[in-house]
């Protein structure tokens, strides 16, 4: 009898559980099966759908926008496709690639590729320390990518060289002064001098005003010398020497004036307090072979400068005194003390990429040195605010008893001064 009761509590145990093993069949049947794991495929510099990437500084795509959390699709959906993210080098390539490939088959670009190239600068200089390899390689190569006509009116910049100079005055710090200064010590191009020594100075003020004279002067000697081609216009080197050649730069100026007598002249009339006057006086009276062709614009700079340093007038009454300007060189003196100005084709340091315009504008070339410059004409109220003395200076050059070429290019410039007077 006990084995019996055994026998039927054996199988009834039994038989719950294969009930219990049936029930769990059943339910997972109606889950569907559980999904097996999937190794993750992504290659390098791509994130695995639905983890975290491995560096937290990586940067997407600049045609992509970064994601946001995205909740698991519901399990009849594809999971969607993962946007693939760069790191900062990766991305900075991409963005110089955007500022090379442009279609310049009209000859100037549209609205829309200088706005283009506007945002690509400034993404580039938002990166950072990270966009400095690539834009110091870049730099290295001495490629360039002229943007056209009018690029530095509507982009800032002419091209993709002078953009990325600009980028590491952007980005600034101890990285970036360095690839500026080693592309100063390197570099070939005046216009690169000239943009590199007024980054430096922005930065850091009187830090590293000796390298951008020294890189000038270098550069000018090796031309006057013939290790270089004479083909580039190195009027941009002048102005940086000007600007921050110190005292010796009235020494540099005076000796590259036998090669390069207009863009010398400029230089030195545009020195600090009259600094170059003194030299610029000697030009104007160099009888020599070489001096020759110094004298009419050295003193049309004299004259220039006259409403602002006395002691250029005073000069410039002594020259005529003594019979030293020839009369060639009356009518421009005539015209200068009349309002009409003469300046190199940048205005720098402070604007060097856009376009010079003015009234009367009018554009100089010099073949011998390939010299290039403008002259335009002083507005009125700029005039009005030193029209008496250059009335008085006109008068003391009357005084003088020039030839009659002369008298008749003073009287009419003292008659146009008189003009503006009376309608004061």
Do not use: C, H
């Not at 699709?73 to 963005?95: C, G, I, S």
Request: charged content about 15%.
């Amino acid at each position: 009898m006990l084995a019996l009761n055994s026998s039927r509590t054996v199988a009834a145990a039994l038989g719950l559980a294969l009930l219990a093993i049936g029930i769990a069949v059943g339910l997972r049947g109606l889950r569907g099966p559980s999904p097996a794991p999937v190794p993750s495929q992504d290659g390098p510099g791509q994130i695995a759908s639905g983890t975290a990437p491995a560096n937290p500084e990586t940067v997407e795509s600049p045609a992509l926008s970064t994601p946001n959390s995205e909740p698991s699709p519901p399990a009849d959906r594809p999971a969607p496709e993962r946007r693939v993210a760069l790191d900062p080098t990766t991305y900075a390539q991409q963005l110089i690639a955007g500022l090379t490939n442009i279609d310049l088959s009209q000859g100037k670009l549209t609205p829309e590729q200088a706005e283009q190239l506007k945002q690509r600068f400034q993404a580039l200089a938002a990166q950072g320390a990270a966009a400095l390899p690539t834009i110091r390689a870049l730099l290295q190569q001495n490629q360039d990518s002229n943007f056209g006509k009018g690029s530095g009116d509507s982009v800032g910049v002419p091209s993709l060289r002078t953009g990325l100079l600009e980028t590491l005055k952007q980005i600034g710090g101890p990285d970036a002064l360095a690839v500026s200064r080693q592309i100063l010590q390197n570099t070939s191009d005046p216009l690169e001098i000239a943009q590199i020594a007024r980054n430096l100075e922005e930065t850091a003020p009187g830090e590293y005003s000796q390298d951008a004279a020294d890189a000038a002067r270098a550069m000018l000697d090796k031309i006057a010398q013939g290790q270089m081609t004479n083909n580039v216009d190195v009027g941009p080197l002048f102005q940086a020497l000007e600007n921050y050649g110190g005292t010796n730069a009235i020494g540099d100026l005076a000796n590259f004036a036998s090669r390069w007598n207009y863009y010398a002249s400029l230089a030195l009339a545009g020195l600090p307090a009259g600094q170059g006057i003194p030299v610029l006086t000697q030009m104007a009276m160099d009888a020599s072979e070489t001096g020759v062709g110094n004298k009419d614009f050295a003193a049309q700079m004299l004259a220039q400068v006259s409403s602002k340093y006395s002691e250029a007038g005073t000069a410039l009454v002594a020259l005529a005194q003594q019979n030293q300007i020839p009369d060639s060189a009356w009518p421009s003196i005539a015209e200068v003390l009349g309002g009409m100005q003469f300046q190199f084709t940048r205005r720098y340091p402070d604007n060097m990429f856009n376009t010079v315009d003015g009234p009367s504008l009018r554009t100089y070339r010099q073949p011998n040195g390939n010299q290039n410059f403008l002259g335009t004409s002083s507005p009125s109220d700029t005039l009005i605010m030193d029209l008496n003395q250059r009335v008085a200076l006109v008068d003391q050059l009357l005084a003088a008893n020039p030839s009659p070429a002369a008298m008749q290019a003073l009287q009419q410039t003292r008659a146009r001064l008189s003009g503006l007077a009376q309608a004061k």
